[in-house]
């Protein structure tokens, strides 16, 4: 999911005016921000595993 992300991102900086691909960025986003959500609530250990492997900033 952070791979698609990240791929969007860089589509994102070359085509601004893309609304298309800018609302699946958003919903991909948003997805990924629920399932941290629910991950650092129920396995904090596992959550602040993923970040660091990730490379997320939080």
Known sequence: M???I????EHMSE???DYHS????MKKIGHRR???R?????????Y???IQKLGLRR
């Open 2 to 4: 952070t791979a698609d």
């Open 6 to 9: 990240n791929e969007l991102n």
């Open 15 to 17: 085509h601004k005016h």
């Open 22 to 25: 800018q609302r699946g960025l």
């Open 34 to 36: 629920n399932l941290l």
């Open 38 to 46: 629910y991950l650092r609530n129920n396995d904090v250990q596992r």
């Open 48 to 50: 602040r595993e993923l």
